[in-house]
C-alpha cells in the first residue's frame, strides 16, 4: 500500500510520486494507492490496513505522516504483528530526517527517486521506536524529541510552511532574536562501557500484550524515576533528542546516531548561551561540527526523562506534546524500514 499525503510540504506529494510510480510497475510491484484527506487519516488508515495483503507500506509525505502511521499501527491489538511491516520512506514533507538519515546510511545521494529505489531494491532493516509517555498520553516516535529553543521554533515554523524545509530556518532566526532562555530537569540512564542492548523481539518479549514492555522507565509517569538516573537541572538552551542522525534535510544532529544502535542521541546545550553561540551551533549542523563545541554535549541514553513548566513547548516527531512532562524508552528494532546497508 502507498499512502499520500498530497498536502505534504509543499503539495507535492501526488506529483512526486506520479514521476517514480512506473519504477514499481516495471519492478513488478502492485500499488494500491491511498490519498490522506484530512488530518490523521494515516492514523485512521494503519489502523484499519489487512496487513496479510501487503508486503510493505510506502509513506509519500513528511515525517509528520510517518508519525500518523507509526500510531496507527501501534493502536491496534495486533501491533506486534503490524509493526514489522516495512515502512518504506518517499519524502515529500517540509521535515523528510528520517528518509535523509536512511539515504545517507544507504550510501545513496538524497533524492525522491533514490527514496523510490530504496523502497523497491532496499531490504527490511532494523528500526528502533521509542515509547514517549506525557502526563495525559502514550505515543510511539521514530525520530526525535526536541524542548526549549529547538521545540518552539519547529511549533513556530508551521506559519511558514509555504517555505517548504527552509522554514526551519527562518524560524530559528526568529527564535535566536528573541534571547529566551527555558528551564527544566534532564534525567537518563547512563550507558556502561560494556553494554550490549538487546533487540526487541530476540529479548523475547511477550507479542500478546496491549503495548511495548518498558523495562527501565518507572511502573508510570506518577511514579518517581531510579536513583540510578543521572539528572542535569538548571537552563537549556537546545535539548535535541535523536533516533536517527540528521533531523532534516539540512541537520545533521546527531552524527554517531544510527536508527537501530537502541540509544537515543541527546543533543543539549546547558545553561544560557549568547546569540553568537546559536549561530555558531546552527551554522554546522549541515556538517555535524557542532558536536564539536565547547558548549554543545552529547548523550546516549536507553531511556530518559525531562521535566519543565507545562507552558514550554516539546515536539515528538514534528507534533506537540503538552504539560512541560516526557519520559522516553527505546526499544531497539521494534520496527522495520526498507533501506540498503553499506
Known amino acids: 500500500m502507498v499512502i499520500v499525503n498530497p498536502a505534504s510540504g509543499q503539495s507535492k506529494g501526488v506529483k512526486l510520486f506520479q514521476k517514480v510510480e512506473a519504477l514499481f510497475a516495471h519492478a513488478n510491484i502492485h500499488v494500491t494507492k491511498v490519498l490522506t484527506e484530512r488530518a490523521a487519516h494515516a492514523t485512521e488508515l494503519a489502523t484499519a490496513i489487512d496487513h496479510t495483503q501487503y508486503d510493505a507500506l510506502v509513506i509519500v509525505?513528511?515525517?509528520?505522516?510517518?508519525?500518523?502511521?507509526?500510531?496507527?499501527l501501534m493502536q491496534r491489538p495486533d501491533?506486534?504483528?503490524?509493526?514489522?511491516?516495512p515502512l518504506a520512506i518517499l519524502p515529500a514533507?517540509?521535515?523528510?530526517?528520517?528518509?535523509?538519515?536512511?539515504?545517507?546510511?544507504?550510501?545513496?545521494?538524497?533524492?525522491?527517486?533514490?527514496?523510490?529505489y530504496l523502497a523497491i531494491k532496499g531490504q527490511p532493516q532494523p528500526l528502533d521506536l521509542a515509547t514517549l509517555r506525557s502526563k495525559t498520553a502514550t505515543k510511539f516516535i521514530f525520530l526525535s524529541l526536541s524542548w526549549a529553543f529547538l521545540a518552539e521554533m519547529d511549533f513556530e515554523s508551521e506559519k511558514y510552511r509555504f517555505a517548504g524545509a527552509q522554514r526551519f530556518t527562518i524560524s530559528s532566526l526568529g527564535k535566536i532574536l528573541s534571547g529566551k532562555n527555558w528551564s527544566g530537569s534532564f534525567s537518563y540512564v547512563e550507558p556502561t562501557a560494556d553494554e550490549v542492548v538487546p533487540t526487541y523481539w530476540a529479548d523475547g518479549h511477550d507479542d500478546g500484550r496491549a503495548a511495548p514492555k518498558l523495562t527501565l522507565l518507572p511502573p508510570s509517569a506518577e511514579d518517581p524515576k531510579p536513583e540510578t538516573w543521572k539528572t542535569i537541572e538548571g537552563n537549556f538552551s537546545l535539548f535535541w533528542a535523536m533516533n536517527a542522525a540528521w533531523a532534516g534535510t539540512n541537520g545533521l544532529v546527531a552524527p554517531s546516531a544510527e536508527f537501530d544502535d537502541g540509544y537515543m542521541h541527546v543533543v543539549i546545550m546547558p545553561g544560557k548561551v549568547s546569540m553568537a553561540e546559536y549561530m555558531g551551533v546552527f551554522l554546522t549542523l549541515d556538517s555535524g561540527r557542532h558536536?564539536?563545541?565547547?558548549?554543545v554535549q552529547v548523550i546516549k541514553t536507553r531511556a530518559f526523562e525531562v521535566k519543565a513548566p507545562e507552558s514550554d513547548i516539546m515536539m515528538a516527531d514534528g507534533e506537540r506534546i503538552?504539560?512541560?512532562?516526557?519520559?522516553?524508552?527505546?526499544?531497539?528494532?521494534?520496527?522495520?524500514?526498507?533501506?540498503?546497508?553499506?
Open 322 to 342: 503538552d504539560g512541560g512532562f516526557c519520559q522516553v524508552e527505546v526499544h531497539r528494532a521494534l520496527g522495520r524500514v526498507m533501506a540498503i546497508r553499506k
Open 291 to 295: 558536536v564539536d563545541k565547547p558548549t
Open 79 to 85: 501491533w506486534a504483528d503490524v509493526i514489522q511491516i
Open 61 to 72: 509525505g513528511g515525517d509528520g505522516v510517518i508519525y500518523e502511521v507509526v500510531q496507527g
Open 93 to 116: 514533507g517540509g521535515g523528510n530526517g528520517l528518509a535523509k538519515s536512511l539515504t545517507e546510511s544507504s550510501g545513496e545521494v538524497y533524492s525522491f527517486e533514490n527514496c523510490a
